[in-house]
């Protein structure tokens, strides 16, 4: 069965779990993201003509492009057509996508397609308690503990190892750093008012990003939480996963890694030190190049000094610089750790150009990959920086990471 590494989802599909200020919500999210996919839909008929084939799906669908289908029930001569596939056009109530190799001809059996999950694993879950953990063979292995009892937050850890739901060793975050696990906000108010969230990931990493205070944030500048194996830099590193989180329950300030050095506004933690010594680490993000930008913030200068523009006036182009995990305290020289796969810092002001889930074709060695664009913040009137806290941050939507 064909496989595509990196996929996105996001609220605004049809069949997607809501995320509100309700128990349950964030492992809603998680297991249709991560484990079943959703927008499960019986296809009328799938033809392939010319390398490419159309899912015809009279009661709609859940596709739009660059999202990936997952088919089922192909029996017979295009039984290849079985597997996941990314779209490329769709109407109302047709789906597209190239079929290379794939002969001429109508496919049959009882077909059905949905969203394409991650392809993570749920070895451990009891009501609203769940543990997951990467398929990937590559993978470290690790697990995220979930622990959704609250209305407004979910409460994370992750763990080296694990036997039970309640239970194992290498926590991440310690009960030292911040106890009893990160905090992931869903809603800054318990009701069941649906919230805007999107879910980045390949089989070893996801990005999480939501907008839980929308009676505050400026619309559609919300928050980021991730867990699994970032791109280490040096392969003797076996504890290069990480966690990224809230250490309260503060719905004020949002979690980010495109906020460079500073960890006020994001609380990442390792399951151990490079040197594989210890316990939790704490790590912070930075970008590979922010030179260009007035302030510390992806895609947003607060002044018009030492600045570079957006688009690049000589070249129309759009810049993007790699974001790293680095080890230290602070004011001390830091150790490269590796790279958040698949998330890049603008080192361009582009204000307000970019909103949410605007996506733009990449260029340079960039080139052929659709790049996500995802914002961040609160306050600030949307206006610029004053009063305020927020950017943009982009991520590769087409893949592969690694």
């Known amino acids: 069965m064909a496989t595509i590494p990196v996929k996105y989802m996001h609220s605004g599909m049809a069949g997607a779990p809501a995320l509100n200020g309700t128990v349950g919500a964030m492992i809603a999210v998680l297991d249709a993201c991560l484990i079943n996919g959703f927008g499960l839909k019986t296809v009328d008929s799938l033809v392939v003509a010319s390398n490419v084939a159309t899912m015809t799906i009279s009661t709609g669908h859940s596709f739009e492009v660059g999202s990936v289908s997952l088919i089922s029930g192909v029996t017979g001569a295009l039984s ?15 789906v ?35 543990a997951y953990k990467s398929t990937d063979p590559a993978a470290l292995g ?20 694990m036997t039970t739901v309640d239970n194992g060793t290498g926590l991440y975050p310690t009960d030292a750093q911040i106890s009893g696990g990160g905090y992931w906000l869903k809603s800054n108010t318990a009701d069941s008012t649906s919230r805007n969230w999107a ?15 929308d009676a505050v944030s400026v619309t559609s500048q919300g928050t980021f939480y991730w867990f699994g194996d970032f791109a280490a830099a040096g392969s003797t590193d076996v504890y290069s ?22 960890s006020q506004y994001a609380y990442i933690y390792a399951p151990r030190s490079y040197t594989g010594i210890g316990s939790s680490a704490a790590v912070r993000p930075t970008a590979e190049t922010y030179l260009a930008m007035a302030g510390y913030n992806s895609g947003i200068a607060v002044s018009s000094a030492y600045t570079m523009a957006y688009p690049n006036q000589p070249d129309n182009g759009f810049y993007l610089s790699k974001t790293l995990v ?35 074709a990449g260029q340079n060695d960039m080139a052929g990959r659709r790049l996500l664009a995802l914002r961040y913040g609160y306050g600030g009137g949307g206006t610029n920086s004053t009063g305020g806290f927020y950017g943009v941050g982009v991520f590769d939507v087409t893949g592969p990471w690694r």
Not at 145 to 160: I, K, M, P, Y
Not at 199 to 213: E, L, S
């Open 96 to 130: 597209t996508f190239d079929a290379p190799g794939i002969a001429n001809g109508t496919a049959a059996g009882t077909i059905t397609t949905k969203v394409a999950p991650l392809g993570w694993s749920k070895p451990y879950g009891t009501g609203n308690y769940a």
């Open 80 to 94: 290849a057509l079985n597997g996941e596939w990314r779209v490329t056009a769709t109407t109302t109530n047709t």
């Open 241 to 262: 996963s990480c966690i990224g989180c809230r250490n309260a329950s503060n719905a004020q300030y949002p979690s980010t890694m495109f906020y460079t050095w500073d």
């Open 142 to 161: 690790h697990y995220l503990r979930v622990d959704d009892t609250d209305a407004t937050n979910a409460r994370v850890r992750g763990f080296e190892t």
């Open 326 to 360: 680095m080890e230290g305290a602070a004011n001390v020289i830091f150790t490269l750790r590796g790279v958040f796969p698949g998330a890049y810092f603008v080192p361009q002001n582009t204000g307000f150009a970019l909103t949410s889930k605007d996506t733009v």
């Open 199 to 213: 879910v980045i990931g390949d089989g070893r990493i996801f990005y999480v990003w939501a907008v839980p205070q």
